[in-house]
Nanobody, 116 residues
Framework: QVQLTETGGGLVQPGGSLRLSCAAS????????MGWFRRSPGQGREFVASISWTGEMIYYAVSVRGRFTISRVKGKNMIDLQMDNLRPEDTGVYYC?????????WGLGTQVTVSS
């Protein structure tokens, strides 16, 4: 049984930064593509970014490209999402999962609020 836990969210002003972490317990995903997703009232669940731990392939949603950086934490079952130049429209609950996501791995997510 695998559990994914997201941390690092918070309240920041526009232009600020946050670093999110996703830790996996109970197993390892070193051979799988992992992704970050977010849910907002207007857009529902959106894809944000993904990283392939075997193929070194990284993808970003157009809306975050150039501002967000996804990475794998070496030696740990963890992926990070560095978010810079945050905008109010980045507000939402951020989740990690396999990409494409597996329904049984959705966790509680971490709230990101960008507001003045």
């Amino acid at each position: 049984q695998v559990q994914l836990t997201e941390t690092g969210g918070g309240l920041v002003q526009p232009g600020g930064s946050l670093r999110l972490s996703c830790a996996a317990s109970g197993s390892t995903f070193t051979s799988y593509t992992m992704g970050w997703f977010r849910r907002s009232p207007g857009q529902g669940r959106e894809f944000v970014a993904s990283i392939s731990w075997t193929g070194e392939m990284i993808y970003y949603a157009v809306s975050v490209r150039g501002r967000f950086t996804i990475s794998r934490v070496k030696g740990k079952n963890m992926i990070d999402l560095q978010m810079d130049n945050l905008r109010p429209e980045d507000t939402g609950v951020y989740y990690c999962n396999l990409n494409p996501p597996d329904e049984k791995y959705w966790g509680l997510g971490t709230q990101v609020t960008v507001s003045s």
